[in-house]
C-alpha cells in the first residue's frame, strides 16, 4: 500500500468513525430525554380536561351516547 492509499485509507476511517460518533450522540439525546419523560410523575387523569381526534363517524356515536 502505497502513501497515498494509506492515506485515503486513514481518512476514510476517520469519517466514518465520525459519522459513528454522530449517530451515537443522536441515540444518547434519545435516551436522555426519554429518562428525562419518565422521571416526572404521571399527571392525574382528568376525563373532562381529555382531547383527542376522533373519525367524524365516532365523534358522532360519541355525542349521541351523551345525549
Do not use: C, H
Not at 15 to 42: C, L, M, N
Request: glycine letters at 2%; hydrophobic letters at 35%; aromatic letters at 12%.
Amino acid at each position: 500500500m502505497d502513501k497515498y492509499a494509506a492515506n485515503e485509507q486513514i481518512t476514510r476511517n476517520l469519517f466514518d468513525a465520525i459519522e459513528r460518533v454522530r449517530q451515537d450522540v443522536d441515540k444518547v439525546e434519545f435516551w436522555a430525554g426519554a429518562v428525562t419523560s419518565f422521571s416526572q410523575p404521571v399527571p392525574d387523569y382528568d376525563p373532562t380536561k381529555m382531547t383527542g381526534w376522533f373519525p367524524r363517524e365516532q365523534a358522532t356515536r360519541l355525542k349521541r351516547k351523551d345525549s
